[in-house]
């Protein structure tokens, strides 16, 4: 499993230099696992990588500072299934899985709609033991809470600010 | 179930989109109801006022316009994270759509040019006015990833369709265009694979992996699929109204290869669906992804004149009724329970499970009674049988009727789950 790696594009940016080949070299490397920071949205360079097979969106987070997250169309497991013995048999998702505390543990932030739906309703549906799950978003996931009602699930906020929403996702009880 | 301030503001309340979306059912019963009455006149048509006029933009206004509003209006601000600005305009377009359509039916069925005028220009304001607040939220999107293409393109027709109707209506009464069936036919194109079309393929890519849990369609082929399908469309109607006959065909094979492109991204969608058992509003989604690539190939015969007196009505029937009907009943189908869900939790408490809002015999009738309405009408068509168009629209209207029944039980049980809550809230 290759490191998640940021890549910040500013500086090179601002000394006039185009990051285009450093990016593409990086890709091949960092497979999925791309972060991008830009001063602006960069589109160009965006359609290349679509080129290659990688799909992408950016956020802006700031004023003149953007972020872009790639990934590739065909799902690809993020976490190490064999190198991670508390993880095993999870579904492969676009994200890794972490556990501590007796809970799974999974950033979404990033993933377009309705990626992080998705991701956590294969996770949910595939669970056999009353796992907790703590799920961070960029936003509120409205059309997850009907999904997870209809599975026996329900999730509550444990916080939220602005691009990060942190809900706890766990079986309902009875009644 | 706690959301936050933000979120609130994309959710509109729930009557918002529900009173789109019960315009779009009983305008539903009604076409059907005029077809039982009045079907005997479908193998035939070619166009004019008359009962069957008013019937065929029952469907394409009363049912597709109304609910691509309400579904626009609360699924884009919250796919795009960007909420709709002046939300009581939403209310000005349900204001100016309800009595338009009204006055509009009448004019067409009833022949009245007063009316027809009248009524159009209603309708064109409400939809006029839709399409500058799905332009202006789109215009303040950042970035999302699949669908904004789409619903760009979806805006344009419904701009380019609105201006076509304004034509042929004021043609009606000075009579100035010379080749007016054209202006017909390339105000059908926008209307039913432009506006409709568009916003049902942008859509797909959104609310089917949902409510299948597939993976969703490879962004990258999904944008060709939108380049192909706008330039297929320009080139169709472009062809249409400069009478070029070699232009508008490449323009409908481009459109075709668009179809197949989306349709093969959607197979891929179902063979990843973890949800299996997707109910009877999938059977009818499924329905419309085989009636969309016939539509298109029965509207190529009657492009080149083959089998015309059959070919030329059929593809109209099988483009509105096969298609862009099943399409839409079966989103309806499992949107309105998914989003009364959705607002059962807003006071607080859990959720709701969309099936405990759900009607499945009635789902299901209605599904079986839409099956049949559509082969015995196509049966009517190619043998030329006034009586099995009747018969079937006949079907048509008890699964019509199935799917008000089925749409009134959703709206009893959010009603009882509201009053629940606000119990609970008071004790």
Excluded at chain 2, 87 to 116: C, E, K, S
Excluded at chain 2, 167 to 191: C, N
Excluded at chain 2, 248 to 257: A, H, Q
Aim: charged share 15%; with cysteine; glycine share 10%.
């Amino acid at each position: 499993m290759t490191d998640k790696i940021c890549f910040d594009l500013r500086p090179l940016l601002a000394r006039g230099i185009d990051p285009l080949e450093e990016v593409l070299a990086w890709a091949e490397t960092a497979g999925a696992n791309l972060t991008l920071d830009a001063p602006f949205n960069p589109r160009p360079l965006r359609r290349v990588l679509a080129k290659k097979g990688f799909s992408s969106e950016a956020i802006k987070l700031d004023a003149g500072h953007w972020r872009v997250r790639l990934w590739q169309e065909d799902p690809v497991r993020l976490y190490d299934e064999a190198g991670d013995e508390d993880c095993q048999g999870l579904p492969p998702l676009e994200v890794p899985v972490t556990r501590s505390g007796g809970m799974l543990h999974l950033d979404l932030r990033g993933l377009p709609p309705p990626r992080p739906l998705l991701a956590i309703m294969r996770l949910c549906m595939a669970l056999d033991e009353a796992l907790t799950v703590l799920a961070i978003f960029d936003r509120d996931p409205l059309y997850l809470f009907p999904e997870l009602a209809e599975i026996g699930w329900q999730a509550d906020a444990i916080s939220s600010e602005p691009g990060k929403v942190v809900l706890k996702i766990f079986k309902s009880g009875p009644g | 179930m706690d959301i936050t301030r933000d979120a609130r503001d994309r959710l509109l309340p729930a009557s918002i989109p529900y009173r789109f979306f019960g315009l779009a059912v009983i305008c539903h019963v009604g076409a059907w109801g005029l077809l039982a009455c009045y079907g005997d006149g479908l193998p035939g048509f070619i166009g004019g006022p008359g009962p069957i006029l008013a019937a065929l933009h029952m469907i394409t206004l009363g049912v597709g316009a109304s609910t691509a509003c309400g579904a626009a209006i609360q699924l884009l601000p919250v796919a795009s994270r960007v909420s709709l600005r002046g939300v009581g305009a939403t209310v000005g377009i349900f204001l100016l759509l309800v009595p338009g359509l009204l006055i509009l039916f009448h004019g067409m069925g009833a022949a009245q040019d007063l009316a027809m005028e009248i009524g159009a220009a209603l309708v064109i304001a409400a939809l006029g006015l839709f399409a500058w607040k799905i332009m202006d939220l789109m215009y303040r999107v950042k970035d999302m990833p699949v669908p904004p293409d789409y619903v760009w393109i979806s805006s344009f027709a419904l701009i380019g369709l609105l201006s076509l109707a304004g034509l042929l209506v004021a043609d009606g009464k000075f009579g100035f265009l010379p080749r007016r069936q054209d202006i017909a036919a390339a105000h059908g194109l926008l209307a039913v694979y432009g506006f409709m079309g568009m916003l049902a393929m942008g859509f797909s890519g959104i609310l089917l992996p949902m409510f299948t849990l597939g993976h969703p369609p490879n962004a990258v082929w999904n944008r060709r699929a939108a380049g192909l399908a706008l330039a297929g469309l320009l080139l169709s109607v472009a062809g249409l109204l400069a009478d070029q006959r070699t232009v508008f065909l490449i323009g409908w094979v481009l459109g075709m290869v668009a179809v197949m492109v989306h349709l093969a991204l959607m197979r891929q969608m179902m063979k990843t669906a973890m949800r299996k058992r997707l109910g009877p509003s999938f059977l009818l989604v499924r329905l419309s992804w085989v009636m969309l690539p016939l539509s298109l190939a029965l509207g190529l015969a009657a492009a080149t004149g083959f089998a015309l007196d059959r070919s030329a009505p059929l593809f109209g029937f099988i483009l509105v009724f096969g298609w862009m009907l099943s399409f839409l009943l079966g989103v309806l189908q499992r949107i309105l329970p998914f989003l009364a869900s959705m607002h059962s939790g807003l006071s607080g408490g859990r959720p709701l499970m969309p099936s405990a809002f759900t009607h499945e015999k009635a789902a299901m009738t209605h599904a079986r009674c839409h099956f049949t309405a559509l082969f015995l009408v196509s049966c009517g068509f190619f043998f030329e049988q006034g009586g099995l168009v009747r018969l079937g629209a006949l079907a048509g209207l008890l699964g019509a009727l199935a799917l008000l029944w089925f749409a009134l039980h959703v709206w009893w049980q959010s009603h009882k789950a509201l009053r629940a809550a606000k119990l609970v809230n008071i004790s």
